[in-house]
Every structure is written in C-alpha cells, then in structure tokens.
T-cell receptor, first 115, second 110 residues
Framework: SAVISQKPSRDICQRGTSLTIQCQVDSQVTMMFWYRQQPGQSLTLIATANQGSEATYESGFVIDKFPISRPNLTFSTLTVSNMSPEDSSIYLC????????????FGSGTRLTVV | GENVEQHPSTLSVQEGDSAVIKCTYSDSASNYFPWYKQELGKRPQLIIDIRSNVGEKKDQRIAVTLNKTAKHFSLHITETQPEDSAVYFCAAMDNNDMRFGAGTRLTVKP
C-alpha cells in the first residue's frame, strides 16, 4: 500500500483564518481524496483531487471554502478557508491502491480546532 | 448517489465470542466493499475487502460476506480479543466514489 505523509497533525486556529493541509504520497497515484471526520462520526468525502484538472466537490462542499491543489501525482493540499468553529474536525487524505482506487489508504489525519 | 447503512452502532461481546456487523447499500452499481478498523486517535485501516464477483472472503479470524441480490454485506469476527475493540466502518464504492457507513463501536470485554 502507498505510504502517505500528512501534515500538520494538529493545529489550533483563530476563526477567520485559513489552514493548508498537505499530503505527500510515496508513489504516483491518479486520484487523491479528501475526507472530513467530525468527532464520533463517519468519514465524509469532501472532494476528489485529480492531477491536471480541477477537483470534484461533493454536495455541501465548495471550492471557495475548501480549495484543493494537485500539482503532481504524489502531492495534494487542502485549504480550509475563513474558518469558523464548525470547521473543527479531523481532515484526512486518502489514495487508492491502484489507479482503480481499490484499497484506500489514509493519511494520519489533521486534527483542526477553530477557536 | 450511494447510501450505506450500518448496524449496529454499538456492539459489546465477551472475549472469545463472535461479532457480526451488517451493512446495506443502495446503488446496485457498487462493486467494491471494504471494511476499515479505526482505533481511537488513529487513521482508518483497511482490514478486509471484497469485490462484487465474490460472495465470501476470509482472512484468519475475519470474514466478509456479500449478497449482491439483497445489497448487503457483513463483517464476521470470530474468537474476538480485547485488541479487536475499535470502531469499524463499512464502505461501498462505484467508480472511485466511496461511501462509508456510520460506523460500529465494538467493545470486547476480557
């Protein structure tokens, strides 16, 4: 399976500011995915990040709030913009085992607290 | 889109007993069904998966069954141990679109 390095592991941010989360993969992957996991909840897909094209966002998530970059096949960033306390959550990136996406591997997560 | 329902939300068993977690999905086009284990404060880890052309898959104490007609799949853990205590998530995927169930908190009492 791919090895994913995600950072920061945690951060406490002031409301109204932005935080950029980075994920680095040890192999080239076509698709990377960003999830949000609120405390005690399941994983909700935010968007799919494809290299060379704009990210595809799920219902309820918009590019202005969660801009994503995918400059190459091993790296992606997710920015949480203009944060409010409701954005406090764990954010995880993930990649598939192969180009088909089977066997998702997750990054270690970023625990974000907005105060 | 796909909707995955998972039951029960919590499950408590005695060490050595079996545990069964069930999921149903709505999209008949889904063709890949993984199960993840998430320990407190850690990332979800893939523990077993099954594709739509297979009815059952086993890996030591863990097995997954799939009924495509009924659109449900189940995780079976035999001879449970305290270290099996965690939250388990099922998921269903079609075309790289992965949807997760709500999770089951499994507690194995020694």
């Amino acid at each position: 399976s791919a090895v994913i390095s995600q950072k920061p592991s945690r951060d406490i941010c002031q409301r109204g500011t932005s935080l950029t989360i980075q994920c680095q993969v040890d192999s080239q992957v076509t698709m990377m995915f960003w999830y949000r996991q609120q405390p005690g909840q399941s994983l909700t897909l935010i968007a799919t990040a494809n290299q060379g094209s704009e990210a595809t966002y799920e219902s309820g998530f918009v590019i202005d709030k969660f801009p994503i970059s995918r400059p190459n096949l091993t790296f992606s960033t997710l920015t949480v913009s203009n944060m409010s306390p409701e954005d406090s959550s764990i954010y995880l990136c993930s990649v598939g085992k192969s180009e088909t996406g089977y066997g998702y591997t997750f990054g270690s997560g970023t625990r974000l607290t907005v105060v | 889109g796909e909707n995955v329902e998972q039951h029960p939300s919590t499950l408590s068993v005695q060490e050595g007993d079996s545990a069964v977690i069930k999921c149903t999905y709505s999209d008949s086009a889904s063709n890949y069904f993984p199960w993840y284990k998430q320990e407190l404060g850690k990332r979800p880890q893939l523990i077993i998966d099954i594709r739509s052309n297979v009815g059952e898959k086993k890996d030591q104490r863990i097995a997954v069954t799939l009924n495509k007609t009924a659109k449900h799949f189940s995780l079976h853990i035999t001879e449970t141990q305290p270290e099996d205590s965690a939250v388990y998530f099922c998921a269903a995927m079609d075309n790289n679109d992965m949807r997760f169930g709500a999770g089951t908190r499994l507690t194995v009492k020694p």
